[in-house]
């Protein structure tokens, strides 16, 4: 426990002292039991958890906030749901392939990649989906699409130039492949697949 924690703040003073202009993403994800997570976000996840399969439970912390999300299959679907720390629904991920999107949507992130980076490769592609209303894991399962916000979160590997910035990030775009965020994803050096 006394490691991980100064593993954890040599990290934030490496990124505190760093002067380059992009945003890092920083998670320490621990797997947790079922009674570890709050009630109110098991009792939240009742209608997916009667058919779910492979259900996993994590704490999750950044850099200033700390979450619990629950991973498990439902219908074949692979879904991770993000709670924070008060139990207020964050988001729902749902992985998908690339090629599952809207030709429009592929053709252009596809397009941001091959005109930004020598070489890319995708690791997971998921549909993000947000909304202000509580009860949006039921509106999910009836499939009620003007109930939330959408967007496609994709961790690729790529890199600019020969040896030089290349690593693991984080993409979010639009609907219709747009980009609106990029982070570099801290992560241990051997995870890194690169060319």
Not at 86 to 115: H, M, R, W
Not at 149 to 177: C, N, P, R, W
Request: aromatic residues 12%; contains cysteine; glycine residues 2%.
């Amino acid at each position: 426990m006394r490691l991980h924690f100064l593993i954890t703040c040599c990290i934030f003073y490496c990124i505190s002292t760093c002067h380059a202009q992009e945003n890092i993403k920083i998670e320490i994800e621990k797997r947790i039991r079922q009674e570890q997570t709050p009630p109110t976000i098991i009792q939240a996840l009742q209608p997916l958890l009667i058919k779910a399969s492979k259900i996993k439970y994590y704490q999750e912390k950044d850099s200033s906030s700390t979450f619990y999300e629950v991973k498990l299959k439902y219908k074949g679907k692979a879904l991770s749901i993000k709670f924070t720390e008060g139990g207020d629904f964050y988001d729902l991920e749902e992985t998908v392939a690339l090629k599952k999107l809207p030709n429009p949507t592929q053709d252009s992130i596809l397009a941001y990649f091959s005109s930004q980076y020598m070489k890319y490769k995708i690791k997971k592609t998921q549909i993000r989906f947000t909304s202000a209303q509580p009860q949006l894991i039921e509106l999910y399962l009836k499939n009620v699409q003007t109930a939330f916000s959408k967007a496609i979160e994709i961790e690729a590997f790529v890199k600019l130039e020969k040896d030089h910035q290349s690593g693991l990030y984080e993409f979010l775009f639009t609907e219709k492949g747009e980009l609106l965020a990029k982070s570099k994803i801290l992560t241990r050096e051997a995870d890194y697949v690169l060319y």
